[in-house]
C-alpha cells in the first residue's frame, strides 16, 4: 500500500466533548511494561488522545483524573468495579472493552461445552455458545481434563484438532493433534490444573487458511468499522508471526460495513463476525465495546470441505489499532472521505526504510532482544472495494 498524506497522526483534531485527560491503563502491571507490545499501546494511545484533542496521562500519574475523557486500557478490563474504578461511567470514555467475568474475554467463549453437567466457571453462559454454533468453527470448549479428552477424541472422527490455549496470542500456545494418543500428551502437558483454571479450546484443524479481520472502533464521535486480511512474517528465530493486516475501512459502524458491495467471502466474515458481536451483547450483561475485532477463519479441513467461522473476538487495543488510529483521523480531516485503505505492518530487520506519512508505533529490539522489531501503520485514499 502507497501512503497519502490523507492523516497527520501529530495532528490535534478537537472534540467538543472532551474535558479531562485520556489516560492509558496497563492492565498488566510494571512488570511488562518494557515489551514492545505495552509500548505500542502506549503510542497508540497517544494518537487516540490528539484525536480527540486531550494529553495523554498514565493510570499511575498523580495528575490523572476521576473523570477521563476517555480510557485505553492495555487488556480487555474484566472487572465491572475495575471499569468504574477507573473513572469509565460509559462506552464514551472506553477505547476497548469491559466484561463482567475474566473468562468472557478469552477463547473458551467461542465453543459450548460438551454437555450440561460438563465443568464450567462460575456464570457460564451456556446461551452464547449456542447462539454463535453457526458462525464459528467446529469445536467444543472444557475445563476438566476428561471432558477434553472426550471433545477432542469427537472432533477427531472428523480430522486434525487444534488444541489452544484461552489466552494464546498470535497463535501462540496452540498444537495441532491427529490421534487419541497425540491428544492425551497434548493435554497432560498442559495438565489438568491449568485446564480447570482456565479451560481449553478444542477446534477444527483448517490448512491453506485466510484470516479475515472484521472490526469497529469508535473514538468519542468518530466511528469506523473494517474488513481485511492479517499477514504472517519470520521473526528472528524464523517463526511466522503476525505480520500486519490489510484493511478497508469504512465511515461509520458495522451496518455501514454490511452495506458495502464487498466479495462474496469478506460479506460472509462480516456477517458472521456481526453475528458473533451481536450475541456477545445480548448474553453478557454490563459488557462494553468500543473496540471490537474478530478474527475469522476461511480454510478447508482434511475431508477438503471450504470452512468459514469467527476464531476470537479482541475488544482491547490491538495488532490492527494503528491502522484504526490512521482511519479515524484520515475521517476526521475530510468530512466527505467515506472509505481509505489503511495497514499495519510488522517488520523484523534492520534495513526497513519507512513509506511516506507512516505512524511508528514502536522501533527497537524485539522482547528477546534478538534484534530490531519495527512497526508501523499506513493510510491512503482508495474509492475501490474488492
Known amino acids: 500500500m502507497v501512503a497519502t498524506a490523507v492523516a497527520n497522526p501529530d495532528r490535534v483534531v478537537h472534540s467538543a466533548s472532551a474535558s479531562g485527560p485520556a489516560v492509558f491503563h496497563d ?4 512488570a511488562r511494561a518494557a515489551g514492545h507490545d505495552t509500548t505500542t499501546k502506549l503510542n497508540i494511545a497517544r494518537g487516540l488522545a490528539r484525536l480527540i484533542g486531550v ?12 473523570a477521563p475523557s476517555l480510557v485505553v486500557p492495555s487488556d480487555t478490563i474484566t472487572s465491572l468495579a475495575e471499569a468504574r474504578r477507573l ?4 462506552a464514551s470514555q472506553l477505547f476497548g472493552g469491559v466484561v463482567p467475568q475474566a473468562y468472557i474475554a478469552t477463547k473458551v467463549i467461542s465453543h459450548p461445552l460438551l454437555h450440561a453437567g460438563a465443568a464450567a466457571p462460575p456464570g457460564w453462559c451456556a446461551a452464547f455458545g449456542e447462539r454463535v454454533r453457526d458462525v464459528v468453527l467446529a469445536g467444543w470448549t472444557a475445563f476438566s481434563l476428561a471432558d477434553a479428552q472426550r471433545a ?7 480430522g486434525a484438532v487444534r488444541v489452544k490455549s484461552p489466552s494464546g496470542v498470535g497463535g501462540a500456545g496452540q498444537h495441532v493433534v491427529r490421534d487419541a494418543a497425540s491428544l492425551r500428551a497434548c493435554l497432560d502437558g498442559i495438565g489438568a490444573e491449568a485446564i480447570a483454571e482456565e479451560g481449553i479450546v478444542l477446534e477444527r484443524n ?3 487458511v485466510i484470516t479475515h479481520s472484521v472490526g469497529q472502533v469508535q473514538v468519542g464521535s468518530h466511528v469506523a ?3 481485511g486480511t492479517q499477514r504472517l512474517v519470520c521473526n528472528h528465530h524464523g517463526h511466522e508471526v503476525y505480520g500486519g493486516s490489510d484493511l478497508q475501512v469504512v465511515r461509520g459502524g458495522f451496518d455501514a460495513l454490511a452495506a458495502q458491495p464487498f466479495a462474496a467471502a469478506q460479506r460472509r466474515a462480516i456477517a458472521q463476525a456481526l453475528a458473533f458481536h451481536r450475541a456477545a451483547l445480548d448474553c453478557f450483561g454490563g459488557m462494553l465495546a468500543t473496540r471490537s475485532n474478530y478474527d475469522v477463519a476461511e480454510g478447508v479441513d482434511e475431508a477438503g470441505t471450504l470452512c468459514m467461522g469467527v476464531l476470537e473476538q479482541s475488544w482491547r487495543i490491538g495488532g490492527a489499532s494503528g491502522a484504526e488510529l490512521l482511519a479515524l483521523q484520515a475521517f ?8 481509505v485503505r489503511a495497514s499495519t505492518h510488522e517488520v523484523y530487520g534492520e534495513s526497513t526504510a519507512l513509506p ?9 529490539m524485539d522482547d528477546a532482544g534478538t534484534g530490531r522489531l519495527l512497526k508501523y501503520a499506513v493510510v491512503a485514499r482508495d474509492d475501490r472495494l474488492a
Open 152 to 158: 477432542g477424541e469427537a472432533l477427531l472422527a472428523g
Open 225 to 227: 468499522s473494517y474488513v
Open 27 to 30: 492492565a498488566r502491571g510494571s
Open 87 to 90: 473513572g469509565i461511567g460509559d
Open 55 to 66: 494529553e495523554l496521562a498514565l493510570d499511575s500519574d498523580a495528575r490523572t483524573v476521576m
Open 206 to 208: 483448517l490448512a491453506q
Open 332 to 339: 476526521a480531516d475530510d468530512p466527505a472521505l467515506d472509505r
Open 356 to 364: 511516506a506519512g507512516a505512524f511508528v508505533s514502536f522501533d527497537g
